[in-house]
Each structure stands twice: as C-alpha cells, then as structure tokens.
C-alpha cells in the first residue's frame, strides 16, 4: 500500500472525493423537496439546451431537403391556385366551330444551378429539361417575382434568359390603375427595372406595385414583380417609372417554369393575322 505512487494516490483519493459527495447529493435531493426540484430544473434546462442545439444542426444539415420540400410545396399551391381559378378565365376564341381555350397555367419546379447578375445579357441553368415537360418561351417565376424565359432546352437542363437582360422586353401594368407598359432592364442596378410607355395623365403614387400583365402568353396575369421608386416624363409624352424588383436575383435559388395551355394556339392565331396583314 506505501507502494502506490502519488499521482495514483491523489487519484484514488479524488475517486473516494466524487463518490463521497455524489452520495451526499443523492442523499439531499432525497431527504429535500426544494433541493429535488432545484436539480432537476438545472438538468431539464441543460437538456433543452442541448434539444436546440442538435435540432438546429439537423436543421442545417438538411437545409437542402427542406428547400426542395418548401419548393414543392410553394408549386402544389400554385397549381391548386391555377385549376382554382381556370373556369373564370375561360375564353372562347371561335364560337362558331366550338373551339374553345382555357387561359390555364400549370407550373414545373426547378432547382437554380447557375446565374449571373453583373452582365449585360444574363441567364440562369436549370435542373428541369424535356423529359420534364419543359419547352422554349416558357416563363419562369419564383415566389417574389418573374425571372426570365426559356431560350434552350437539352434532355435534363435549361438554359433561360434572365429578367436582367438588356435585350429583353416584357409587359407589365401598375396594379392600381391596370394601365400597362414594357418592362426592361437598364443593365446598371440587379434590383432595379423601368416600366416605361406609361400615359402622363395616370396617378403615379411611390410605392405602387408592378404586376405582370393579362396579355402576357407566357406569365400568369398579377404575379408581384416589384414598387415605383420614382417616376420621369420622357418624349415629353410619356412616363417612365423605376421599379425596385421584389426578388433579389443574387439568392435565387428555386423557381417554378410556367406552362400555358394556350400560348401555343394564341401565337398561332398571331401568327396567321400577320401573315395576312402582308
């Protein structure tokens, strides 16, 4: 026993410590209500601590499954929005040989994988391509806003024309009033498009929202794009209204491609009124 080295000594006597005063601690907290409760609250509280801290790193870890869910979600709710209000969009277009075309919008989700911002001709990838139902000039929205057009499509991907391109024009109105104009991009500010061809004798108030617009064949009509920062007359005719956009295009990340029923025969009907207009 005089044999044992010190450190071991200090440690059997450190031993002989802890287990003493875990005894005394047993004893207390069973001989003393108040003591009881104390405890077990510091434990409870230790173990919510810990609950947060591991959910929260579950919650980081599947960050990504959430935001596909999320996503999802946001679609099924679009789709329910769109056969909801398809019997009240139904036009007829030849009554006399029964055709008629449902203004009806279904929406594809899509994963972004590649975007651009700070050039004068941006696009986006996509993870969606045909044998997902996605065709050229089909329109792509997100949650805040439209994004662009598809332009290409291979097998499994899509490349579109961003919102955010100089060469690229689209119609919107002023939610308030209907009254409608062209938007474009000025190839200057991410966050900021003009809505331009705007008659000087409508109200303009800052702060107005810009929606898409009814004779779009690619947007559903009244999808926020973004609010009226300020307005300038131009031509001496005209107004042109900047607008702040809703979606930031630098943390866009997923979106929904929108397809028309009836953007096809539409375009066709165009098409054949310009061919006898030569």
Do not use: C
Not at 154 to 183: C, P, V, W
């Amino acid at each position: 026993m005089f044999n044992i080295s010190p450190l071991l000594r200090k440690l059997l006597v450190l031993l002989l410590f802890l287990v003493l005063q875990a005894g005394a601690v047993v004893m207390l907290v069973n001989n003393s209500y108040f003591q009881q409760n104390a405890i077990l609250g510091f434990i409870r509280a230790r173990q919510i601590r810990w609950w947060e801290r591991r959910s929260s790193w579950v919650a980081f870890t599947n960050l990504k499954e959430i935001n596909q869910q999320l996503a999802l979600e946001n679609n099924r709710l679009l789709n329910d929005i769109a056969r909801l209000t398809d019997p009240s969009a139904e036009k007829i277009i030849r009554t006399e040989d029964s055709v008629s075309l449902r203004d009806s919008f279904s929406y594809i989700p899509a994963r972004v994988i590649r975007n651009s911002v700070n050039r004068q001709h941006n696009f986006l990838v996509i993870d969606k391509g045909t044998q997902d139902g996605l065709e050229q000039d089909m329109g792509v929205i997100s949650s805040r806003g439209i994004v662009g057009v598809v332009s290409h499509v291979s097998d499994h991907y899509a490349m579109i024309i961003s919102l955010l391109n100089t060469q690229q024009r689209f119609t919107a109105e002023l939610k308030k009033s209907g009254t409608f104009g062209t938007l474009r991009w000025d190839g200057l500010d991410y966050r900021r498009v003009f809505l331009s061809e705007i008659p000087q004798h409508i109200e303009i108030s800052v702060g107005d929202t810009v929606v898409s617009n009814v004779f779009s064949l690619i947007f559903p009509p009244g999808i926020p794009i973004g609010f009226v920062k300020s307005g300038s007359l131009k031509q001496g005719t005209f107004l042109e209204l900047e607008v702040e956009l809703f979606e930031d295009f630098k943390s866009l990340h997923y979106v929904n491609v929108v397809s028309h029923d009836g953007a096809g025969e539409i375009r066709q009907l165009i098409e054949d009124q310009q061919e006898e207009d030569l």
